[in-house]
């Protein structure tokens, strides 16, 4: 997920443009760090357990690029009656000529297995990169972006990126892509195993245990990196 997009943010900005942002770094991170402590708050009283909500689901993963610690990924699943939410946030450090820091957060909300609203924020050294959000509006879906450009899907969405780290698609076939905001196609590798592939040629490989996925490989044009699952499962 988040990964894969860093080739095409390299690539898009180019690296003479990131090395020009470093000069007021301070102040970016500080915005950065302001901004995510007042989102994580809200989220943390809007996921707060209440009367009859189910103990949240929560997994940690470790972000690897050959064989190094790069980041963490966090998700977490909470089911009240028929409205499930569910978050991921991650933080990747990159040390390549100079130092970046990505920051990607996912909000999904469900009723009765359907997406009702989604929200993806992503920022690159303290620069907001993506802003993208889908509104559930009668059949289908109100998409939004960071630059204001406004589009509709048509039809209802059941799953997401986000939940692959949460739920074996053992019986669905497709996801919606919040990044590319359009649904792709998952393949059944066997022995619990799925590719997903993205329209710009990356693609993850899930793996998964009692349904949770242990171990992700995301395979780019500029590394493959690997979520490995912090958490040990128990047999069953």
Known sequence: MLTLFIVAQLHKYGLLNLIHRQLNNSLKRNLLINFFTRTF????????????????QV????ILKGGESIGKYKTQRTVEGSK??????????LHLIFSIRIVEQVINVYSNNKLLISKQSRY???????????YLKDNGYLLKQLNG???????YITHTIADLFLNEPDDYTTVYSENH???????NMGLHKYMLQFPNGNINYYTYKNGIATQME???????????????LAEK
């Open 149 to 155: 450009e406004i589009s509709n899907f048509s039809g």
């Open 218 to 232: 995301a395979h780019t044009a500029w590394k493959t990196v690997v979520f490995v699952l912090d958490q040990p």
């Open 181 to 187: 905001q359009l649904q792709l196609t998952v393949t």
């Open 84 to 93: 499930v939410t569910v978050v991921y946030q991650s933080d990747i450090n």
């Open 41 to 56: 708050c809200i989220m943390a009283f809007l996921i707060k357990p209440a009367a009859g909500q189910d103990k949240p």
């Open 59 to 62: 997994f940690t993963y470790t």
């Open 124 to 134: 690159i050294n303290g620069k907001e990169k993506v802003c993208n959000s889908a």
